[in-house]
């Protein structure tokens, strides 16, 4: 067992890459020029998001990484707070002098898809998904742990009520389902949203759509701004062509190609982890931080 160092200020785990992982990275490394390869999951299964912890453990794992080369970040995360999200973009592209790849082997949702809107290009397969990057909200309701997209929240709230209005019958029904809503907090989740639109168009202008007009970033990615305008629901898949064609600077590798193999074994290896074992993991080949599944 590799020897551990606990960092008490978030919690979080220093080790050294298991060997069952280490192996993968260079392999992986040498099909994209030698550049460095850094694995960021955060968990599908247990109730935690992209956080400032997570700015922590990618930072310090890039601090005893050699960055040289360059690196590319394989990231998997149903997403999380969009201000940890450009936090991490900046770490990446300073770390990074100025830039890094993302390499989505699955999913990438919400504020990790925004991650990948800060790379300079985003490198997928035909089965890999982004998403809409309205944050995901973590709700406890009847002692059930759910989650909610931001967008259906206050979408779902301001039908209720726009129909509560409009009723000429017994507004009794809307009333009682308003009342599982709180206007404070459906206003937090309008402000997040709109937040999360503003860092995603932020770094595209300062990246990959540098010298486009705000309001032409805006438009080409309506896609994922507005699950209406697609997508329907927040889970559905956006795949690599619908995202080359909002412009983004997206590159397609087909699963027959070799370097897939190593690829896809580190991806099903951390993913196994972080359902099992953490609830977050930051690797290099050498360094790696987690977090501890929530109690």
């Known amino acids: 067992m590799p020897q551990k160092t606990v960092y008490t200020k978030v919690g979080m785990e220093r080790w050294q890459t298991p060997a069952s992982r280490q192996h993968l990275f260079p392999k992986i490394s040498k099909a994209f020029g030698g550049r460095a390869i850094v694995t960021f999951f955060t968990s599908f299964r247990y109730p935690v998001q992209i956080d400032d912890d997570d700015c922590d453990m990618l930072q310090s794992v890039l601090q005893e990484t050699d960055l040289s080369k360059g690196f590319v970040l394989m990231i998997n995360s149903p997403g999380g707070d969009p201000l940890a999200a450009e936090r991490i973009v900046n770490i990446c592209r300073t770390y990074g002098n100025g830039g890094y790849?993302?390499?989505?082997?699955?999913?990438?949702?919400?504020?990790?898809?925004?991650?990948?809107?800060?790379?300079?290009?985003?490198?997928?397969?035909?089965?890999?998904?982004?998403?809409?990057?309205?944050?995901?909200?973590?709700?406890?309701?009847?002692?059930?742990?759910?989650?909610?997209?931001?967008?259906?929240?206050?979408s779902s709230y301001k039908e209720l009520f726009d129909a509560a209005i409009k009723t000429t019958g017994h507004v009794e029904p809307f009333v009682q389902q308003l009342q599982r809503y709180d206007a404070r907090e459906i206003a937090r989740y309008q402000n997040v949203?709109?937040?999360?639109?503003?860092?995603?168009?932020?770094?595209?202008s300062s990246g990959m759509m540098k010298g486009t007009p705000t309001v032409d970033i805006e438009r080409k990615i309506q896609l994922f701004l507005d699950p209406k305008a697609g997508t329907r629901e927040h889970g559905r898949a956006i795949y690599a062509s619908e995202a080359r064609a909002c412009h983004l600077n997206v590159d397609e590798i087909s699963v027959k190609t070799p370097e897939w193999e190593a690829i896809y074994e580190l991806y099903y290896r951390s993913e196994s982890y972080v359902t099992h074992n953490v609830s977050k993991m930051v690797e290099s080949q050498t360094e790696a931080f987690y977090m501890p599944i929530p109690e």
């Open 101 to 154: 790849w993302a390499l989505v082997p699955s999913r990438a949702k919400s504020a990790a898809t925004v991650i990948c809107m800060g790379a300079e290009k985003i490198i997928m397969l035909p089965v890999s998904e982004l998403g809409p990057i309205d944050p995901q909200i973590i709700l406890e309701e009847d002692g059930v742990t759910k989650w909610f997209s931001a967008f259906s929240l206050v």
């Open 193 to 204: 949203i709109d937040l999360m639109k503003d860092v995603a168009i932020k770094i595209l």
